[in-house]
């Protein structure tokens, strides 16, 4: 199934820049949100309004098309040919298309309850506005439908990169608006240019499926076996797949009582930047892996699906750990360089930074679920990620309800970090008693250095950050306090990692040496 000629390192390299683009272009979008609402009415209201429809998508859809889909067809392609494929994912096709349709309507309905469900300590007029916008919006889930199962076909079929390219369409649509039609047209106009794009997502891929030779032909059954094996997979791994949703709703709910609503942005903003960074490298991992694990699953080699998750899992961490520490490092500055500025002033930036520290501090644990729970899934196999994901969500409620009201918004923060941690931990825990023999000597040996290399990295960002601050004003001001730090603490951490020997720096100069292909 993979690319001839083309590596895994490879692919998960292109897919991470064609990310890094859409998470850039991301943070361009929500910089100018901020800069034109700061924190407020308005804001407070199309951020929840925004956030209800996705929501309500990766809750329910997310998982059938990620966990569910992507194995049963990559199963088809492999057993019974491409036309059989074509056939069950156009059956597939036609049940989100309708389900999607026909929730959108209802979601438009019930759009003030949602609000208020979601919500309860916003004002009344702030409710009202939100309850507007969740109506021009709520059709976003039908067009997300559509378009995640194209990124399921596509990624089933090794095209990893149009897939990741749809988040960079959408921004830059939205971005677009801003920088055009924002002073004419406000908030209403910012929801149905956010409805617009989101339909973009799905309109990009279809010229990549026709290059496939992908065509919609739906089975005449509605009912084949592999719709009841999606039905049989799909409940387990949709209520293993609610936690982070789910905990963002929980979340902003206890943030709407905080700051006269504005808890509810801030956590989100803190949120939203935390997931763009742990996501260019996350989600570009786990987007190119899944499908390889399901081919593997399908195959019946078991050795090499144990070594390609163990391998996965390490490299995981050797990024993600010091991308944690950085983050912690920069947090308030990174906040002022991203989201500061005309209506976001000081105060909102020292409080956003501090949720963004405390919120960062999960980032290990939300890379170790998503890789941890693709393997479960791959395997067919949702029980344990559905029981971890439920502890999750008890774990979050539980800290909301003991944190905030001492910490506040930072203990939202640790409360989103901690269950993370804890729904990783339930995972790691899971698969190393099945005997996936992960954590052997020679790992935990490997995590140790990474642990010291993040540390000292985490110094040596600090004592730059102390050295340049106040050297500039201003937007280079700004930037300087992160790329400084940012810089000094890449190079600081890859000389450890060179000096303690870890084997992904060694794969990296392979690769620039031109030997991994």
Known sequence: MEKQGTSPVRAVSTVMVITLLGKVLGLLRDRLLTTSYGLGMESNAFLLASRIPRV???????????????????????RQGRREAFNFSGNFLSVIALITLGLSIVGMILARPLVL????????????????????????????????????????????????????????????????????????????????????????????????????????????????????????AMISTWAQPINLVINAKFGSH????????????????????????????????????????????????????????????FFVGPMMAGMMVISRPLIDLIYGGGAFDSQSVDITGRALLFVSLGMVGYGVQNILSRAYFAKHRGTVPLVASCISVATNIAACMLLTDTLGVVGLALASALASTVNALVLLICLQREGAGLLDRSFLLDMGKVALASGVMAA??????????????????????????????????????????????????????????
């Not at 469900?117 to 109506?135: H, I, K, N, P, S």
């Not at 065509?215 to 719709?227: A, V």
């Not at 081919?295 to 070594?307: G, I, K, N, S």
């Not at 050297?471 to 400084?484: M, S």
């Open 56 to 78: 309500f998508f990766d809750v329910i859809f997310a998982s059938a098309i990620a966990a569910c889909f992507i194995p049963v067809f990559t199963q088809y392609l492999s």
């Open 117 to 236: 469900l979601m919500a309860d300590g916003f004002d009344e007029q702030t409710v009202a506005l939100c309850t507007d916008l969740t109506r021009i919006l709520f059709p976003a889930v039908f067009f997300t439908g559509v378009a995640f199962t194209f990124v399921g076909l596509l990624q089933s079929l090794d095209e990893f990169n149009i897939p990741a390219l749809i988040s960079s369409v959408s921004n830059g649509f939205i971005i677009l608006y801003f920088l055009t039609l924002n002073q004419r047209f406000g908030i209403y106009g910012l929801a149905v240019a956010y409805l617009i794009a989101w339909a973009l997502q799905a309109v990009v891929q279809l010229p990549s499926l026709r290059k496939k030779g992908w065509y919609f032909l739906p089975d005449p059954r509605p009912w084949t076996p592999g719709m009841r094996q999606v039905l049989v997979l799909v409940l387990p």
């Open 258 to 317: 905080l700051l006269n609503g504005d808890g509810a942005s801030i956590i989100d903003l803190a949120n939203n930047l935390y997931l763009i960074v742990a996501g260019v490298f996350v989600l570009s991992i786990t987007n190119v892996i899944f499908p390889k694990l399901s081919q593997l699953e399908v195959a019946e080699d078991q050795t090499a699906f144990r070594e390609t998750l163990r391998s996965t899992l390490h490299g995981c961490l």
């Open 460 to 517: 040596a960002a600090g004592g730059t950050l102390w050295a340049v601050s106040g050297v500039l004003n201003g937007l280079a001001g700004k930037a300087l306090c992160v790329a400084a730090p940012t810089c000094v603490g890449v190079a600081v951490y890859f000389v450890l990692a060179a000096v303690l020997k870890l084997p992904e720096l060694q794969i990296m100069w392979k690769k620039l040496k031109g030997k991994e292909r």
